[in-house]
């Protein structure tokens, strides 16, 4: 039942940063160059605000990820551990990044997107439009150590 | 650069549905069998009121979604075809799904959820915390299709 599932990165992010770091995403864009075959798939996409990327944390070595249960939160030991799923730690059993992103434009099989937390050469997994109605949900309450921090 | 991924599944999903559906999963209750070794890894999670599952749609063919890349929302011919990274069908080149679900309880490896829409028997990839502040687009906006559905 648990067999290990072989995934086919559908595209590549392109940006500025070449290497990792924790913070500022918020304002940087980048383009996520889909392969040509799955550019077709992109069709309609335009017309949402906003998007999925789920992409593969490709530097994150599998030795840390196979070993880490637990993390202190941004690295910060002043918060207490926290197991790897109650955090958005890259260093997790499978290093899946997901962020929801603005989706600036599209041409051909290139899109640009402001705000993706993904270095360049990240593999892209899959795209999927954001629904708000969906997706999110104003009433969720979150762990004390996010709202303080 | 873009050279498969091997993603382990961490944990399998049992429910009452045993055969795949297209509506009516918001009040199904699941639960999520976590793998022993990574029990550790949910601690704190249960802070949380709502949380990712990324899973993997084990059900749907190679050959289809290796050739797909348009498809008619929700089956609805009267909705124009759109390429399936602008919809949420389980058809697309790597079946990922996501859904933002209510965290009911945790007991040492199960998780207690509502809302998966997962069916059993569902490899579950990831699991992340939802943050409302950070995962919450309020002033996003679709595509006319889906407002009008």
């Given at each position: 039942?648990?067999?290990?599932?072989?995934?086919?990165?559908?595209?590549?992010?392109?940006?500025?940063?070449?290497?990792?770091?924790?913070?500022?995403?918020?304002?940087?864009?980048?383009?996520?160059?889909?392969?040509?075959?799955?550019?077709?798939?992109?069709?309609?996409?335009?017309?949402?605000?906003?998007?999925?990327?789920?992409?593969?944390?490709?530097?994150?070595?599998?030795?840390?990820?196979?070993?880490?249960?637990?993390?202190?939160?941004?690295?910060?030991?002043?918060?207490?551990?926290?197991?790897?799923?109650?955090?958005?730690?890259?260093?997790?059993?499978?290093?899946?990044?997901l962020r929801?992103?603005?989706?600036?434009?599209?041409?051909?099989?290139?899109?640009?997107?402001?705000?993706?937390?993904?270095?360049?050469?990240?593999?892209?997994?899959?795209?999927?439009?954001?629904?708000?109605?969906?997706?999110?949900?104003p009433e969720?309450?979150?762990?004390?150590?996010?709202?303080?921090?």
């Open positions: 039942m648990l067999e290990p599932v072989v995934v086919k990165p559908i595209g590549v992010v392109h940006n500025s940063v070449k290497e990792l770091r924790r913070e500022s995403w918020e304002s940087l864009e980048s383009t996520i160059v889909v392969q040509d075959r799955w550019a077709g798939a992109l069709d309609g996409l335009e017309a949402f605000s906003h998007i999925f990327v789920i992409f593969w944390l490709h530097l994150v070595a599998e030795g840390p990820r196979e070993t880490t249960t637990h993390v202190h939160p941004r690295g910060d030991p002043g918060i207490p551990l926290q197991g790897v799923f109650a955090t958005r730690s890259p260093v997790r059993p499978n290093p899946i990044g929801v992103v603005a989706l600036l434009e599209r041409r051909g099989n290139v899109l640009r997107v402001r705000g993706l937390d993904a270095i360049d050469g990240t593999p892209v997994l899959d795209l999927k439009p954001y629904l708000f109605h969906y997706d999110g949900v969720s309450t979150v762990a004390d150590w996010i709202q303080k921090a």
